[in-house]
């Protein structure tokens, strides 16, 4: 990874002309071009090794030095005026224009674009709110210097991707000497050898690196990324203010904070996308699947025919509890049946859980809780121990259940996130809602979800997630997991006054997490009626203009009107109308990434026919 200190707020075609180049030692096969689910036209540049900089440039183009570069996708043309405004970010253009590329635009607002392409598409983000990239996202971001300047030579070792005439120059390229002050409309030049066009100036392209005047001299030879730190962030690619020496393929300037390069104003500055290869598509280089099948082929595990996934397994019945508990092994059975029955379970994906790795744990729990459950376990032998209070009976597998419930919702994460899933259902005990970070409570052990949330947060880098928890009880652990984070929205529904006595509408959050903990108490025997409306008029708005990265159910059925302990009035499908509202802010705001885990919900037909409604939901 690497790092620029700059605080992110989230929150085309013409026919192609002769590419310059030819004969110019330019690579002359042309790479395919995917058009993505958002309508840009990308380059598939193949993997390749080649000499970056220059020995009779600028001191800091120098020393010219090997380098190799990973296959990637890169945007045919620079990001247009027209782009920017499908996302809804206002452009600020000074030259006014849908086909002309985006100018006035920061470093950090270029990169803010590139999240929003990547959530609109169904990828996976590679700035989280600190503009740390992960290189190794699906999503879109700004390209390295090292990834500019080889598809801006696109095989040729001359000084313009079109020889060293600059007389060349107007063929490919508007700058001072023939632009009339002004940008253009993007593709209007002749591409280069490779089919990107304007590669040479209309506006400066921003580059990932952060810029350092030696980096050159010790950069590693495998996808150099730039410095930790620096003045400021690398242009490449000369402007419609650009003399000629500003053109070249290897030229370098910067930005820096606070000053702007008298060679490149804000009006000069653009910049184009990347992302890295689908792994086929790295693999076949020029036309391979990618190319023949565009971005359908390339995001097959990004759309809407994706199944729902299911996650279960047997360990967790190993969880063994007092007789006559109602947090009991029969109730998974109960819904395991239900999907056999109804052949719901020939339609999803079935996915195995795998124990949680104690780092993750770690993430709520503290290292002395987690080693004590683990020993109270293993103490128990054939019979039954009580971790912390006598609602909380544990057997000798209870532990490997409790990882393997936590585990099980890492792996439906990943599932959605690698696009193996549109969403999924995680059918685990025991539940997680209640656990606190040193005490189990409310049949609950490890806080599953509160655990998911940090997961997707570290390991997959998006910033934002939504926790909605529809169990009657409120989910206490869940929400002081995480009371003072903004980058963490928890809204909960349950009955009050009951257990575990909080949840009270003026717990909203501590600190810089004020006001992203919504709790919404509603009286004994309140229903679908009620319920929906705490949805379309407290999580909707809320959760819209929180835009969340990821959203996670605390999907408890104990509101059920069935339900021995609950005494509320929700159906079936009122559950069912619950998961289309979810699904729907989801689909608004994350590409649908929505992962489930079951709380609770103790009678067995009510708790069948309620999760039988809400898959069901999910796979619409």
């Not at 590693?220 to 203010?241: H, M």
Request: with cysteine; glycine share 10%.
């Amino acid at each position: 990874m690497s790092r620029f200190p700059v605080k992110l707020g989230l929150l085309l075609t013409l026919p192609l002309l002769l590419a310059c180049g030819q004969g110019a030692g330019t690579a002359t096969k042309m790479p395919p071009i995917v058009k993505t689910k958002g309508g840009a036209e990308m380059v598939l540049l193949p993997a390749g090794e080649f000499e970056m900089g220059s020995s009779h440039g600028k001191g800091d183009d120098g020393p010219v030095h090997k380098v190799r570069i990973a296959a990637l996708l890169m945007d045919r043309y620079e990001v247009t005026q027209e782009q920017f405004t499908e996302l809804a970010i206002e452009p600020g253009s000074r030259f006014k224009g849908p086909k002309n590329p985006v100018e006035m635009i920061s470093w950090t607002k270029a990169a803010e674009f590139c999240n929003a392409r990547s959530i609109a598409e169904g990828l996976q983000p590679c700035y989280d709110q600190m503009a740390v990239c992960n290189f190794e996202a699906d999503g879109y971001r700004l390209p390295t210097e090292a990834e500019w300047e080889y598809a801006c030579r696109a095989g040729s070792t001359s000084d313009y991707c079109c020889g060293n005439d600059a007389r060349r120059l107007s063929e490919v390229g508007w700058f001072a000497e023939n632009s009339g002050k002004t940008t253009h409309p993007v593709g209007q030049k002749a591409p280069n050898a490779w089919g990107l066009h304007d590669m040479h100036g209309n506006v400066a392209e921003w580059c990932h690196d952060v810029y350092a005047k030696d980096y050159y001299a010790k950069s590693p030879a495998e996808n150099p990324r730039g410095p930790d730190k620096g003045d400021g962030n690398v242009l490449r690619g000369g402007a419609w203010n650009s003399s000629v020496p500003a053109l070249r393929s290897f030229a370098r300037a910067q930005e820096r904070p606070g000053f702007l390069d008298a060679c490149f104003s804000q009006d000069a500055i653009g910049f184009r996308c990347v992302r890295k290869a689908p792994a086929q598509s790295a693999e076949s280089g020029a036309k391979g699947e990618a190319g023949e099948r565009g971005e359908q082929g390339m995001n097959s595990g990004k759309n809407a025919a994706l199944p729902t996934a299911f996650v279960y397994d047997p360990v967790f019945l190993d969880h063994k509890v007092s007789e006559g508990f109602p947090e009991r092994p029969e109730r998974l059975k109960a819904i395991v049946k239900r999907l056999e029955e109804k052949k719901l379970d020939a339609q999803l994906l079935q996915l195995k859980p795998k124990p949680a790795a104690e780092e993750w744990i770690k993430r709520v729990h503290s290292a002395e809780y987690i080693a004590r459950v683990k020993q109270i376990c293993s103490e128990a032998g054939e019979g039954i121990k009580y971790i912390d209070t006598a609602d909380m009976p544990v057997g000798a597998k209870s532990y490997d259940a409790a990882l393997n419930a936590a585990g099980g919702v890492v792996v439906a994460v990943d599932a959605v996130v690698e696009g193996k899933a549109k969403n999924a259902f995680c059918a685990v005990r025991p539940p997680g809602h209640h656990a606190l970070k040193d005490k189990a409570m409310g049949f609950c052990i490890f806080g599953n979800v509160a655990i998911a949330a940090r997961y997707i947060q570290e390991k997959h880098k998006l910033a934002k997630v939504l926790i909605v928890d529809w169990d009657v009880h409120h989910g206490n652990g869940t929400q002081y997991a995480s009371y003072d984070d903004p980058t963490i929205m928890h809204f909960d529904v349950h009955r009050s006054p009951f257990y575990p006595g909080s949840g009270s509408a003026d717990e909203t959050g501590a600190g810089k997490g004020k006001g992203f903990k919504i709790n919404v108490p509603l009286p004994r025997g309140s229903g679908d009626k009620e319920y929906i409306e705490a949805f379309e008029t407290k999580l909707k708005p809320a959760a819209l203009a929180f835009k969340p990265d990821f959203v996670l159910i605390s999907a408890g059925f104990d509101a059920h009107e069935r339900d021995p302990l609950g005494g509320m009035k929700v159906t079936a499908e009122g559950y069912a109308e619950l998961t289309r509202i979810v699904r729907k802010i989801a689909g608004e705001c994350c590409s649908g990434r929505i992962i489930s885990v079951l709380e609770g919900g103790y009678d067995l037909q009510g708790l069948a026919d309620s999760v039988e409604a809400h898959i069901r939901a999910l796979m619409e």
